[in-house]
């Protein structure tokens, strides 16, 4: 895939960045991020830095992110233990 230009305006001012990526996930992650934005503690604009928003907010979507990774990694474990006990089960119920 081709990189393309990608433009997005947030807090008045207008981000650019090469991506390789689908334009419906690029859109996708900017949507996210700004979601991610205004859900979070109300803090006035004009006393933080946007630099310093778009920071914050990519920390809560990394900290969401390793929560998400950490519980897949427990269902996944929880899954293959279930099945290691079917298969037994199975086993056991052929001999």
């Given at each position: 895939?081709?990189?393309?230009?990608?433009?997005?305006?947030?807090?008045?001012?207008?981000?650019?960045?090469?991506?390789?990526?689908?334009?419906?996930?690029?859109?996708?992650?900017?949507?996210?991020?700004?979601?991610?934005?205004?859900?979070?503690?109300?803090?006035?604009?004009?006393?933080?830095?946007?630099?310093?928003?778009?920071?914050?907010?990519?920390?809560?979507?990394?900290?969401?992110?390793?929560?998400?990774?950490?519980?897949?990694?427990?269902?996944?474990?929880?899954?293959?233990?279930?099945?290691?006990?079917?298969?037994?089960?199975?086993s056991s119920g052929l001999d």
């Open positions: 895939m081709q990189d393309r230009l990608v433009r997005f305006h947030l807090f008045g001012q207008e981000f650019t960045f090469y991506s390789d990526a689908p334009e419906e996930e690029v859109e996708s992650a900017i949507a996210l991020l700004r979601q991610e934005l205004e859900s979070g503690e109300k803090l006035s604009r004009s006393s933080v830095p946007s630099s310093k928003m778009l920071v914050l907010g990519c920390l809560r979507m990394a900290a969401k992110y390793v929560h998400l990774n950490r519980d897949f990694s427990e269902f996944r474990q929880a899954q293959e233990c279930a099945i290691d006990r079917l298969v037994e089960k199975v």
